[in-house]
Each structure stands twice: as structure tokens, then as C-alpha cells.
Nanobody, 124 residues
């Protein structure tokens, strides 16, 4: 059974940082693109970042460019999202997702596997 488990969320002050992790089990995703999305209350799920197999390509949503960094460690079957310079509008549940193809996608329907999410709250 494939599972994606996120961790690293929490309450942080504006301007702070967090490192989100997503550990995959049940199969290896080294040949697959991975992504992060987020969803705030009352809003649609929003694309945050994606990384291709091997980490060759990365893409980011406009609202997080320059502040967030996606990376992967295939030896650990883990994807990370370093989130810096956090703003209150970054508050959301952050989801990790995996594709069944090596190329990236910013569309939610491009991903087959999803984690349960980790809450990030930015507030003073």
C-alpha cells in the first residue's frame, strides 16, 4: 500500500521558516515527479512546487517563488519543502503528492498519490 506522510508543519511567526518533509512508503518514487500543494480554508487546492525525477527540474507557484525550495532525497524516498519568509497568507494545509510519470505538473489531476497533509499556520 502506497503512503505519503507529511511532517514538519506548525505555528510560526511571520518571516519565519519551516522544513516540510514527505516520506513515501510502499514503492519507490525515484523515477517519478513529486509535488507540494496547499489548501486554505474555503479555498481551492493551490499548486506550490514540483520536482521532476532526479531533481532535474523544479517549478514553483508565483506566490512562493524565491521563498520556497523543493528538493528530494531518493535514497530516503523523501521530498522536502523549505519554506522561508513566511507570510500569514501562507497559512494552509500542505499536501505532498506523487505522479506516475517523471515529468512535472502543476495540476492536481496530474497526481495519483496524496498525503494527509500537514498544517502550517503563520501568525504573530
Amino acid at each position: 500500500q502506497v503512503q505519503l506522510v507529511e511532517s514538519g508543519g506548525g505555528l510560526v511567526q511571520p518571516g519565519g521558516s519551516l522544513r516540510l518533509s514527505c516520506v513515501a512508503s510502499g514503492r519507490t518514487f525515484s523515477s517519478n515527479a513529486m509535488g507540494w500543494f496547499r489548501q486554505a480554508p474555503g479555498k481551492e487546492r493551490e499548486f506550490v512546487a514540483t520536482i521532476s525525477w532526479g531533481g532535474i527540474s523544479t517549478y514553483y507557484g508565483d506566490s512562493v517563488k524565491g521563498r520556497f525550495t523543493i528538493s528530494r532525497d531518493d535514497a530516503k524516498n523523501t521530498v522536502y519543502l523549505q519554506v522561508n519568509s513566511l507570510k500569514p497568507e501562507d497559512t494552509a494545509v500542505y499536501y505532498c503528492a506523487a505522479r506516475v510519470s517523471p515529468g512535472t505538473s502543476s495540476r492536481t489531476d496530474g497526481y495519483v498519490y496524496w498525503g494527509q497533509g500537514t498544517q502550517v499556520t503563520v501568525s504573530s
